[in-house]
């Protein structure tokens, strides 16, 4: 099994509980953070204010509507100003919005103390997908990417829609309940945004910049957000999903998951063969080139190239390695050398060149990526 | 004070006819009818990009269209509603009325005029041409923000070019309403004598000369940043995409105002009319208008709350977000103690400008819940905000220039506009608005992000509510068209120069419709 196979079963057996995101309908999803139970209260009191407000003014409004009409009657006043009326409508605005600044200030001091963390994620944005990676606390040194795991069918119509259509992800962040967890947000290619209404955070992910954000979620149970921020075409495909668990389920994923990469590790260090890589190629394919290039090679151009019949895919060694290592400037063609492996980027090449209608007929060997990243 | 303009040396008869005297035309009625046509095209056109929208959005899954043009389709429906329907909408407005209110032969630079409205034609071929190149127009939102626009296509381009002409056309444009204003006033007709509607728009004019400038001088930067290895945007050249978004709303914000402030300024005019009584705190209007657009220069980054600012910088921008509650709270005061003790109609531009009032000030409500910058942090980029915007700038913009419409038809076309059909477009309009639009506020809440062709199954129902009450409201748009052109066919009940009962102003003593030169003899206000 796979890494990322089972990262995705140590999550789901370690949380039973259903998720949260498809309750709310017509109000904030409830808050599972103190930052998010402030922010629900505030919209509440928000909307008492503008409802006493609405129903005072509107009922003036209303009442001169039905009585002062020429159809009944009503014969024009003539006056059109007053001073101490004005000054009164001016001024006691002010103390109402006063009255809403204060609590509104509490609350983004509250946001904003990202100190003391128990443990300290970076999300990063990538076109279309989530990479996690654990810098501090239980767990520092894990790193996953996270996928939609919604298959096409569904989107396409031709299967029927789960229950958590388009909010469910291969590997789903994981942390321990009544932990700080300080995010660290940032982005590879463009500006995403990292959202989980039930938290109360959501902060955009701008590529070469990192902003900071925090929650401490009191209640177990899974909870789902999406990106915030239009990304390009599969925007509304990079769900984020995170599991709040017990902090010995915790520490049993933290531990499965070490074992687990120690494995990949050993069994990475070997000589692959072209079918090897070919077969560990295509799994790559699938979680990082496909949405973009196709699963037919065939892309959509101009945006997306094609990779079936390729010149580039098919040439030089070196100019393929270059351009999936090092991305493209100013296209959606983003620097794959931070993500992928030696092993990963060897079989994905190997996989290009033996695909579809391309047959150069050899391979890429890890250690010959490895000597590029190098150079 | 009178300005002979070369206009006035010969009369009408001796121009060019036919096509011809559209081209060459400097008359600002002539200039006026041109932008309201081709404002009102505009509109259908986004219009018909806000359906495929909705069509695609009616049930979960991708039916309609493919994400990428699904993404143009948002884009370029903001685009195009925002410069080519609304704004040019409100010029249309400026230059038929602001010379016949404040008793100008015509607009200060008659010739440039032609020029600003002619340079829009080529900006709207090339924002819908950009849907035909190849990559297909600019998919990065109307806000345009780098770095995901640097990755478009040569759409993008298109788009970039677009906003540079419609900018000169606005910037053109608002010199000469200034100019008109200052310069050109009757003898008499004191600043502080002025229609409303004047004061809004000479207000309106200054922020687009202000803000303009810095429009086009970010999406030139974009151009660079994508053609000439310039690093404005771009972190890895040392550059910021947060810059973008700084820049762009500092014109973003003002530019909201640009198309409420001449909305003010017509519900201004049309509420005194059918109340039969003046407008209650003329001069606090006028402060309340200055006030919101000196505001208007210092909240741009309430925009940007999930940008990650610093906290001084949040505080900052939600208080004075806030305070813009304020002088907007004045003027909706002002509109009700205006009617308060009237003697009330409601013809079909007095429902409108209710209407107006009604529902523009629950989008006040809803920017005010915006402001608190929590809950914006948490409804930012979502259908709240859809909602929010559609809400002031449909039932606030759009419905304002209904309301202006069926207000001086009659001066335009010589007809009244028929109360039947023009009372069953308001209703239609005003009941299909809510439908769509107030359902979003709960897709907001509950999660649901914007600019999706696709969304979670629990958003279901209310995208199809929110779709059917669309194609309900585009459909409504067709009954103006039928008011409008009969009117214009010369069919209905005539006008009279004061075509309804208590309406005041200098335009009110030409005949109804307006010859196509008035005031030759400059008009004494006392």
């Known amino acids: 099994m796979s890494l990322s196979g089972r990262l995705a079963a140590s999550a789901v057996l370690l949380t039973a509980s259903q998720g949260v995101f498809a309750q709310s309908r017509y109000n904030f999803q409830p808050p599972v953070t103190t930052v998010a139970e402030q922010i629900y209260d505030l919209h509440t009191l928000m909307l008492i204010i503008c409802l006493v407000i609405f129903i005072v003014v509107f009922g003036v409004m209303f009442w001169s509507v039905f009585k002062h009409r020429k159809s009944r009657g009503a014969v024009a006043a003539n006056f059109h100003e007053n001073t101490t009326v004005e000054i009164v409508w001016t001024v006691i605005p002010v103390f109402i919005l006063l009255g809403m600044a204060w609590p509104a200030t509490k609350t983004i001091l509250d946001m904003r103390d990202t100190t003391d963390p128990d443990i300290t994620i970076k999300a990063t944005g990538y076109q279309w997908k989530w990479g996690y990676d654990y810098l501090q606390g239980e767990g520092e040194g894990i790193r996953f990417v996270s996928n939609l795991s919604t298959p096409l069918a569904q989107i396409q119509g031709r299967e029927d829609k789960g229950e958590n259509y388009l909010l469910e992800v291969d590997n789903p962040m994981v942390v321990p309940v009544g932990a700080k967890v300080r995010m660290l947000i940032t982005a590879n290619d463009v500006i995403h945004s990292w959202w989980v209404p039930a938290f109360g955070v959501k902060q955009d992910a701008i590529p070469g910049f990192i902003r900071d954000t925090w929650f401490r979620a009191d209640k177990e149970g899974v909870f789902r957000g999406v990106c915030a921020e ?59 080139c496909v949405a973009c290039h196709q699963a037919s090679g065939a892309g959509i151009p101009p945006a997306f190239p094609a990779l079936d019949g390729s010149e580039l895919v098919k040439g030089e060694h070196a100019g393929l390695l270059d351009i999936v290592l090092n991305g493209k400037q100013g296209t959606a063609m983003a620097a794959f050398g931070g993500q992928l492996s030696d092993v990963e980027v060897a079989a994905v090449t190997t996989y290009l060149r033996n695909s579809w209608g391309n047959s150069v007929g050899d391979e890429i060997a890890p250690d010959e990526v490895a000597g590029v990243r190098t150079r | 004070m009178a300005a002979v303009t070369p206009d006035q040396l010969h009369d009408h008869h001796h121009g060019p006819t036919g096509l011809m005297r559209w081209i060459t035309t ?4 002539d200039i006026g009818t041109m932008y309201l046509i081709f404002s009102f095209i505009m509109f259908l056109a986004g219009g018909v990009m806000a359906l495929t929208i909705r069509a695609e959005l009616f049930s979960p899954g991708l039916q309609v269209v493919e994400p990428e043009l699904f993404n143009q389709l948002t884009t370029l429906h903001g685009l195009v509603m925002v410069f080519g329907a609304i704004m040019p909408a409100f010029v249309g407005f400026a230059n038929w009325m602001i010379p016949l209110m404040i008793g100008a032969s015509d607009m200060a630079f008659a010739r440039m005029n032609n020029w600003s409205f002619w340079l829009l034609p080529p900006a709207a071929i090339l924002l819908i041409g950009s849907f035909f190149v190849p990559g297909g127009a600019t998919a990065a939102g109307w806000t345009l923000y780098p770095p995901l626009s640097i990755q478009m296509g040569m759409g993008m381009d298109m788009a970039i070019f677009a906003v540079h002409i419609m900018g000169i056309s606005s910037i053109m444009g608002a010199i000469n309403i200034v100019v008109t204003i200052l310069n050109m006033r009757a003898p008499g007709m004191t600043m502080m004598k002025m229609p409303l509607f004047c004061w809004t728009w000479l207000i309106t004019a200054y922020l687009l000369i202000a803000v303009m400038p810095v429009l086009a001088g970010a999406v030139t930067m974009l151009l660079t940043d994508r053609h000439f290895g310039t690093s404005f945007f771009n972190a890895a050249g040392g550059g910021d995409p947060v810059l973008y978004q700084h820049i762009f709303w500092f014109f973003g914000h003002p530019e909201v105002y640009i198309m409420i402030l001449p909305a003010f300024g017509i519900v201004s005019q049309i509420i005194p009319t059918f109340a039969r009584k003046p407008l209650f705190g003329y001069a606090s209007m006028v402060y309340a208008t200055s006030s919101i657009a000196i505001l208007s220069f210092v909240v741009w980054a309430h925009h940007m709350f999930t940008t990650g600012m610093p906290t001084a910088g949040q505080l900052f921008f939600m208080y004075a977000t806030l305070l813009i509650a304020v002088p907007t709270g004045v003027k909706v005061f002002n509109w009700i103690a205006t009617m308060w003790r009237g003697s009330m109609t409601f013809e079909t531009p007095m429902l409108w400008a209710t209407g107006f009032i009604f529902v523009f000030t629950m989008g006040g409500f809803t920017g005010l819940i915006c402001a608190i910058a929590p809950i914006d942090i948490q409804i930012h980029d979502t259908y709240y905000v859809v909602a929010h915007f559609h809400y002031v700038l449909v039932a606030g913009s759009l419905f304002a220039l209904f309301a202006g419409a069926y207000y001086w038809l009659p001066k335009w076309t010589g007809r009244m506009p028929d109360e039947k059909i023009g009372k069953l477009h308001f209703w239609c309009s005003l009941i299909f608005f809510n439908i769509t639009f107030f359902p979003m506020h709960f897709l907001g809440l509950a999660g649901m992000p914007r600019r999706v062709p696709d969304y979670a199954l629990q958003f279901a129902d209310f995208n199809m509510l929110a779709s059917i009450g669309a194609f309900g409201f585009g459909l409504s748009q067709l009954i103006f068209l039928w008011v409008v052109i009969k009117a214009a066919r010369g069919q209905g009940e005539k006008a009279t120069a004061r075509s309804w009962e208590a309406a005041e102003g200098l335009e009110w003593t030409v005949p109804s419709p307006a010859p196509h030169h008035t005031f030759e003899e400059v008009p004494v206000v006392k």
Request: net charge negative.
């Open chain 2, 26 to 29: 400097t008359n600002h009625k």
């Open chain 1, 230 to 288: 239009l990304c390009g075409k599969d925007h509304a495909f990079m769900p984020i999903e995170v599991h709040v668990v017990s902090t010995t389920q915790y520490a049993d994923w933290v531990n499965g998951l070490k074992v687990a990469s120690i494995a990949q590790v050993a069994a990475d260090d070997r000589d692959w063969t072209r079918d090897d890589l070919i077969a560990r190629g295509g799994e790559v394919y699938a979680a990082h």
